[in-house]
């Protein structure tokens, strides 16, 4: 079991009380089928699936807390019917789980594009780290930045395409149309530049601080076994005289 904000790896930490959100998640999975179908059954299990990477790429218990609720909240308002009863709750709940998808955007490409790989060819400057990127000045901002937007906001798109193709070849139960198409993806814009904002804010350093230099074991390793080299040498060298 992975440690809320670190990396995905070996089994490494016991359960914590947010793994009951979970739980949670995974039990509403049937009952969501037999609330209002399969399709809504299905809907839960991609809640389910984001619940657990929550839990294995962002930055702590209580944002993990949150954005399950958040997940749990959309999943099923719309297996009860809920969005259908209350008109704002759709746009709201599109908002808060954009703003997610893009913690979680974010957190995904900072894992699992860390550095660039290798050794740089002579004369030619190492590319810079994601880390460095993160932290650099108002370019290491706003590229970013613009990059979350974009892929939360086209993971919109493709949700909106889902629910036309769920409408035209499941159930027309599900709900679509002009308006209701570009109202929840103006809402998806709408948490994900507050996503990424969020984002951008907790990687950069404090105030007055500088970050910390990424440390690269096998350069520090060679340096060190170049500078043991070296003094062997001069001390055979000396011994000659």
Same mark, same amino acid.
């Not at 035209?168 to 990424?196: M, Q």
């Not at 951008?200 to 096998?218: E, L, N």
């Given at each position: @079991?992975?440690?809320? %904000?670190?990396?995905?790896?070996?089994?490494?930490?016991? *359960?914590?009380?947010? &793994? #009951?959100?979970?739980?949670?998640?995974? @039990? /509403?999975?049937?009952?969501?089928?037999?609330?209002?179908?399969?399709?809504?059954?299905?809907? @839960?299990?991609?809640?389910?699936?984001?619940? *657990?990477?929550?839990?294995?790429?962002?930055? %702590?218990?209580?944002? &993990?807390?949150?954005?399950?609720?958040? +997940?749990?909240?959309?999943?099923?308002?719309?297996?009860? %019917?809920?969005?259908?009863?209350?008109? *704002?709750?759709?746009?709201? @709940?599109?908002?808060?789980?954009?703003?997610?998808?893009?913690?979680?955007?974010?957190? /995904?490409?900072?894992?699992?594009?860390?550095?660039?790989?290798? =050794?740089?060819?002579?004369?030619? #400057?190492?590319?810079?780290?994601?880390?460095?990127?993160?932290?650099?000045?108002?370019?290491?901002?706003?590229?970013?930045?613009?990059?979350?937007?974009?892929?939360?906001? =086209?993971?919109?798109?493709?949700?909106?395409?889902?629910?036309?193709?769920? $409408? =035209?070849?499941? =159930?027309?139960?599900?709900?679509?149309?002009?308006?209701?198409?570009?109202?929840? +993806?103006?809402?998806? +814009?709408?948490?994900?530049?507050?996503?990424?904002?969020?984002?951008?804010?907790?990687?950069?350093?404090? $105030?007055?601080?500088?970050?910390?230099?990424?440390? &690269?074991?096998?350069?520090?390793?060679?340096?060190?076994?170049?500078?043991?080299?070296?003094?062997?040498?001069?001390?055979?060298?000396?011994?000659?005289?």
């Amino acid at each position: @079991m992975s440690t809320p %904000g670190k990396r995905p790896g070996p089994a490494q930490d016991r *359960w914590y009380a947010a &793994d #009951a959100g979970r739980l949670l998640g995974a @039990m /509403l999975v049937p009952a969501s089928w037999l609330v209002a179908g399969w399709p809504a059954a299905a809907a @839960m299990l991609l809640v389910c699936g984001g619940q *657990w990477l929550l839990r294995w790429y962002l930055l %702590g218990r209580p944002v &993990d807390a949150a954005g399950q609720l958040v +997940l749990l909240a959309a999943g099923w308002f719309s297996a009860v %019917g809920l969005y259908h009863q209350v008109s *704002w709750l759709d746009a709201v @709940m599109h908002a808060l789980a954009s703003l997610v998808v893009a913690l979680l955007v974010a957190e /995904l490409l900072r894992a699992e594009l860390p550095v660039v790989r290798g =050794t740089p060819a002579a004369g030619v #400057a190492a590319a810079p780290s994601a880390e460095s990127v993160w932290r650099g000045g108002w370019t290491g901002v706003v590229a970013p930045a613009v990059v979350l937007v974009c892929v939360t906001v =086209t993971l919109g798109v493709v949700w909106e395409l889902g629910e036309w193709l769920g $409408h =035209t070849y499941i =159930t027309p139960e599900i709900g679509v149309g002009y308006e209701d198409t570009i109202g929840d +993806l103006a809402a998806n +814009l709408v948490g994900a530049v507050l996503g990424a904002a969020f984002a951008i804010r907790s990687r950069r350093a404090p $105030h007055g601080q500088t970050p910390r230099p990424v440390h &690269d074991k096998r350069s520090h390793n060679v340096r060190r076994r170049g500078a043991v080299v070296a003094a062997r040498l001069a001390d055979s060298h000396g011994g000659r005289r």
